[in-house]
């Protein structure tokens, strides 16, 4: 039984290329990269000889048949992109499926990718993220996929070029409001990294240079509990319209889904800041 590796490699800078990513790279018996141009300088800095062959989008399915052959003749194989982890918006899928679908195994060597880092340190919930990649160009399929990113509830990582950035904060404006969180990484791990952020309405990016990933806050949960500024509005309604401090509570509780005892406690806060 052979191995397919997925290798991460560095989305910028060089010292991000794990010891043992060389060191399967070194073993393997072929590397699929996307374009020898960018892969074969990567190997040769690092001594590395193997065999390089092309499995983009354009050669992934006739390639597969190669690489299936090099598994079954007890062979390993690796698989890198021209950045970052194969198979995040970059070819792999199809290989790591026909591979599956024999008796050889898929394993990585996990490292580097743009969106895992631009999440991390965007400062945005974590815990549910979306990775929407890139969004379909135009035409319906975008205005679709704009309005199912709007509606979620996770926080949504998109990648952008340069000279699509402005139209898709744009668009997400128009799709998701002006007040919606927004964090905008750019040129991450390289000499230019830059992390902005505001919300839709205020994001100011500056030139638009390099390669973006864009980190957008969830849509606010319809059922989530009122915030506390939410119980002590409707607290100072209920108390100004003359319900007693215990109607006002039980009313509140009621309208909001907020425990009693919290809604008992900002009530208390209230009167006291009020006398
Ligand atoms: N497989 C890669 C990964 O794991 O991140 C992504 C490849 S995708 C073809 C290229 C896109 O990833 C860029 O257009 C940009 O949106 C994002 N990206 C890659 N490197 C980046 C970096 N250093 N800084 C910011 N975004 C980056």
Not at 136 to 165: C, F, M, N, Q, S
Request: charged residues 25%.
């Amino acid at each position: 039984m052979s191995t397919l590796w997925l290798v991460a490699t560095p989305i910028g800078n060089l010292g991000d290329l794990a010891p043992r990513a060389l060191d399967v790279l070194g073993a393997v018996d072929l590397v699929c990269c996307e374009d020898t141009r960018r892969t074969g300088p990567l190997l040769r800095n690092a001594g590395i000889d193997t065999r390089l062959t092309v499995v983009n989008d354009h050669t992934e399915r006739p390639q597969v048949r190669a690489v299936l052959d090099v598994l079954d003749g007890g062979g390993d194989v690796a698989l890198v992109s021209d950045a970052g982890t194969p198979g995040i918006s970059d070819p792999g899928e199809r290989l790591v499926s026909a591979v599956l679908a024999t008796e050889h195994t898929v394993s990585a060597v996990p490292g580097p990718s743009a969106a895992i880092m631009a999440l991390t340190i965007s400062g945005l919930p974590t815990a549910r993220f979306v990775f929407e990649g890139f969004l379909p160009r135009k035409g319906r399929e975008r205005t679709e996929r704009l309005t199912a990113v709007a509606a979620d509830t996770r926080t949504v990582v998109l990648y952008e070029a340069p000279h699509r950035i402005e139209r898709t904060l744009d668009d997400l404006r128009a799709a998701c409001g002006s007040d919606r969180s927004v964090v905008v990484t750019r040129e991450l791990t390289k000499l230019h990294e830059e992390v902005r952020r505001g919300t839709l309405g205020t994001i100011d990016i500056g030139e638009p240079r390099g390669e973006y990933v864009i980190v957008l806050d969830g849509a606010p949960a319809a059922n989530s509990p009122a915030s506390d500024d939410d119980v002590r509005a409707a607290l100072r309604v209920a108390l100004d319209g003359g319900a007693s401090s215990r109607d006002a509570v039980a009313s509140v509780v009621s309208t909001t889904g907020r425990a009693k005892r919290e809604v008992y406690d900002l009530a208390i806060d209230l009167q006291r800041d009020a006398s």
